[in-house]
């Protein structure tokens, strides 16, 4: 049977794009429907405009060091509409150049969205029905807030870059990556940040030694964090929303914000119709091999509920390029993923946590907490942490936790390493590079503690 085409992909995101542009520079006949934006959470509403606000909200902190710095400097007043417009200015700019490099392989777009008829149809919201040898899902995920009367009244991440104001006072709800981010962001921008979290610590599946002193830092800069506390009824008040606690707390606040998770983005997409098999969370259940349990099927990113990263939605993609078009068989490696919270400070990690490493094997913990001198010179209390969870038995390095300024861009060269499988001996055997922060990562002698 002739197919329209031999790829279509649903989702015009980080995952998919690259998918459909590697296969049609491959010489696949690639079509992709985007019902949004093209460049999908990552460009336009995650980690671009995410990353493009700490740098925004950074300079608060840079005026007070550039006057310990010996620079007679007042710092002004942070004009939100006017960074605001150059942000959405600057996610124009990437949606084009996403749209030129789809168009120059030679991927065909629809603006529509689509569903899928059957293993070998999809339906856009056009009405065209348009058929394909293989189809591709990476319809990403969105955010999800908790079942409570007046929800509603909350707004999520999504909305947090098309407000026309910034609130006075925010109240966000979660202790994940998106709820630590923006409480720093926020905080940093001049917003009263008051944070809720239910569980003890903010971070959870993060190193406890760093966790705790992330949650100690984002307090010290102002945070009102409370953890252990939940929202029990919250209702319209004036422009605002008055919020009752689990901690007996009763407060107006300007706008609530719920970081509390995200949702794979597969109803209604007709996946089950066809005999795709979800999981509990409404993800799509894939093999190594990012094969769903219909042969023509496949599908890769966040919508697959594996590792919500963008780095590994594009891996995903290349590798089902590779192995559906290349006749190559390619799984994808989740092992050792190096990735970065961009809370301030920063938190790089790799590998295991001590507490999961201690479960799994005798280990050595290698640990330096100190002021870095740039702050220590500007009269900050701010502290980084460096931290080694080293094997006994292999001497590997199998985790690596990292606090400090720019820890994601440390953590990046220290997951080579980690990857690789190098040993104590290994970052003892590199010489310093002197003066820096990570330097303390080759030249801890003893450990702090054994398990
Ligand atoms: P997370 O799963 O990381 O965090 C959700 C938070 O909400 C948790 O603290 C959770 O608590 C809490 N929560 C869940 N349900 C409720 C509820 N009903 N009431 C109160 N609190 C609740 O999700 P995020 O939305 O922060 O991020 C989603 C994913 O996006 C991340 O896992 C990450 O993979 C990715 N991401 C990556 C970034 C990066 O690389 N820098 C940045 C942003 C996102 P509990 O811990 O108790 O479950």
């Known amino acids: 049977m002739a197919f329209d085409y031999d790829l279509f992909v649903v989702g015009g995101g980080s995952g998919g794009v690259r998918a459909a542009r590697v296969a049609a520079a491959g010489g696949v006949k690639v079509a992709l429907a985007e019902e949004d934006r093209m460049g999908g959470t990552c460009v336009i509403r995650g980690c671009v405009p995410k990353k493009l606000m700490v740098f925004a909200s950074g300079y608060r902190e840079m005026f007070d060091d550039a006057q310990a710095y010996g ?24 949606e084009g150049i996403y749209r030129k490099l789809l168009e120059g392989s030679g991927v065909t777009t629809y603006d529509a969205r689509a569903t899928v008829k059957d293993a070998n149809t999809v339906r856009l919201s056009t009405g065209e029905e348009i058929t394909a040898k293989q189809i591709l899902i990476a319809v990403g995920g969105r955010p999800v807030v908790p079942e409570m009367a007046n929800a509603d009244l909350g707004i999520t991440s999504n909305d947090i870059f098309h407000l026309e104001t910034l ?5 966000i709800v979660g202790g994940g990556y998106i709820a630590c981010e923006f409480a720093g962001i926020l905080n940093g921008l001049g917003v009263e940040v008051t944070q809720f979290y239910r569980g003890a610590q903010i971070l959870r599946g993060f190193d406890d030694e760093a966790r705790g002193l992330i949650a100690d830092s984002m307090k ?5 964090l409370h953890c252990g506390t939940n929202i029990v009824a919250m209702e319209k008040d004036g422009d605002g929303v008055r919020v009752k606690a689990t901690n007996g707390m009763e407060r107006v606040f300007d706008q609530v914000m719920f970081a509390t998770g995200r949702k794979p983005n597969t109803e209604g997409l007709g996946l089950e119709e066809v005999g795709v098999a979800l999981g509990r969370n409404g993800e799509i259940l894939v093999d190594d091999y990012s094969a769903t349990a219909v042969l023509s099927i496949h599908a890769i990113g966040d919508v697959t509920g594996r590792v919500q990263l963008t780095p590994v939605a594009i891996r995903e993609g290349m590798a089902y390029v590779e ?25 790089g990690s790799v590998g295991l946590t001590e507490e999961e490493a201690r479960d799994q094997e005798p280990i050595e913990v290698f640990c330096t907490s100190f002021r870095p001198m740039n702050h220590a010179f500007a009269g900050r209390s701010d502290r980084v942490l460096m931290k080694l969870i080293v094997s006994r038995e292999t001497r590997k390095v199998l ?31 590199t010489v310093a590079v002197h003066p820096t922060m990570a330097e303390e990562l080759v030249t801890m002698k003893a450990p702090v503690r054994t398990a």
């Open 323 to 347: 192995t559906v078009f290349n006749d190559n068989p390619t799984p994808v490696d989740h092992k050792l993923i190096p990735s970065a919270v961009f809370t301030q400070p920063e938190l």
């Open 71 to 94: 620079w007679s400097l007042e710092a002004g007043t942070f004009e939100w509409p006017r960074f605001r417009a150059k942000l959405e200015a600057e996610l124009d700019r990437l």
């Open 220 to 224: 010290a800069k102002g945070v009102d």
């Open 167 to 171: 609130p006075k006072s925010i109240l």
């Open 399 to 429: 985790g690596c936790h990292i606090v400090a300024d720019q820890a994601g861009e440390m953590i990046q060269m220290v997951g080579i390493a980690v990857k690789m499988g190098a040993t104590k001996e290994d970052f003892d055997r």
